[in-house]
């Protein structure tokens, strides 16, 4: 398996931004597809953005325009870069790592987001 870990995550204003970093370890990192979930309290965990290995993007209709999800294959590591946040967005996001022909399918220990003025 793939060790995953979070960070950026942190309390910001509406309309502030932040950016999430996802790194991962092993030297198959560029064979990995990657994806940033949230979960928020009460609520199901729901796909916020997902990258390929070749590198193609998908984003939830409810943070397109605001939110993009970038990897550096160089320095394992993916990015949610989040703009225009807004109190909705306030969740605990998670990273996971997933190559289904590799069996590899591993997440992250959360890190937590919350907007509030």
């Known amino acids: 398996q793939v060790r995953v870990v979070e960070s950026g995550g942190g309390l910001v204003q509406p309309g502030g931004s932040l950016r999430l970093s996802c790194a991962a370890s092993?030297?198959?990192?560029?064979?990995?597809?990657l994806g940033w979930y949230r979960q928020a309290p009460g609520k199901q965990r729901e796909l916020v953005a997902g990258?390929?290995?070749?590198?193609?993007?998908n984003t939830a209709d409810s943070v397109k325009g605001r939110f993009t999800i970038s990897r550096d294959n160089a320095k394992n590591t993916a990015y949610l870069q989040m703009n225009a946040l807004k109190p909705e967005d306030t969740a605990v996001y998670y990273c996971n790592a997933r190559n289904p022909v590799l069996g590899i399918d591993s997440w992250g220990q959360g890190t937590q987001v919350t907007v509030s003025s």
């Open positions: 092993g030297s198959i990192f560029r064979r990995l597809a």
């Open positions: 990258i390929t290995s070749g590198g193609s993007t």
